[in-house]
């Protein structure tokens, strides 16, 4: 199981709660709006050389899967519950 969720670490799409600066899960707050252009997203442990390019695909998945929704120019990515990150994830992520 540790090494399942290792290299497959949670993806949370977040969006913005209107009136407000707070952002939240998409899938647990239904009232959300989108940044215009922006795709964020927070993920959820560590990225070293065996999860990077999973971390890549899905948010390219998603960024794909929300196109017709919010055409996506800019990427942010919250990673605070990230506590390392390796040169291999740092690398692929850059690509």
Not at 34 to 49: D, T
Request: aromatic residues 10%.
């Amino acid at each position: 199981i540790v090494i399942y969720q290792t290299a497959r670490p949670q993806i949370t799409i977040l969006w913005r709660i209107p009136g407000t600066t707070i952002y939240r899960n998409m899938k647990q707050e239904g009232s959300g709006v989108f940044i215009p252009n922006v795709f964020i997203c927070r993920i959820g442990s560590s990225m070293y050389f065996a999860n990077a390019s999973y971390v890549k695909d899905m948010i390219l998945t998603y960024v794909s899967d929300l196109e017709e929704i919010n055409k996506t120019s800019y990427i942010v990515l919250e990673m605070t519950p990230v506590v390392t990150i390796d040169s291999a994830a740092v690398h692929v992520l850059h690509d």
